[in-house]
């Protein structure tokens, strides 16, 4: 009796997601092994113990692989970071936790904000952590803000830490340490908040 074709979905479902998942970590491991975004597809391919072929039929070219890479990783560790440690009440928890995993991966961002696609890299990591800086900017500037000066300072803010923090991945002395950045961090954000409370 033949099989319906809807039989094998589910096991074909879960080798997708498992091959997606050697790929996009494979693709984390070699960056920040070589130290380069100019890794060869067939390394990536081998490296996830697939063929050069899967790679293009999953993500098309290496680039689209390296940006999925990228976000894949901010997904889960980055943001998980991040709202593990919202809760403690500790103001400089969540970037703390930011700092540190960006020094954790610091090979891997610093080869991707040096390659051809750190702008797109730093615009999709950007709108992912849009929805936090919206939380900050909130805070910032409490009832006052109307919905439309509310968006630009987050893009503001968002914009702001991006270009600090990717300086300090590129250019900062090794090793890179998380909590003298994050004091950097809070600084700037007491300069601001205190401006904020001078305004009222």
Known sequence: MPL???ALAPAQ?????RTRSALLRAAVALVAERDTAAVPIAD????ADVSRQVVYQHFGDRDTLLLEAALDLARRELLQ??????????????????????????AFYRAMLTSSIAFALNKALSELLMPVNRRLARRMGGDRLDPRTA???????TGGAAAFVNAWLVEGDDPLDPE?????????????????????
């Not at 479902?13 to 997601?17: E, P």
């Not at 103001?91 to 960006?102: E, I, K």
């Not at 994050?182 to 409370?197: A, D, F, N, S």
């Open 81 to 106: 970071r991040i709202e593990d440690a919202s809760p403690s009440g500790d103001r400089r928890g969540p970037a703390l936790a930011a700092m540190r995993h960006f020094a954790e991966y610091r």
């Open 4 to 6: 319906q074709s809807g």
């Open 151 to 157: 968006d630009d300072l987050t893009l503001y803010l």
């Open 44 to 47: 990536l391919a081998a490296a």
């Open 13 to 17: 479902d879960r080798r997708v997601r």
């Open 180 to 200: 003298e950045f994050t004091e950097r961090l809070m600084r700037m954000m007491h300069v601001l908040l205190e401006h904020k409370e001078q305004d009222r």
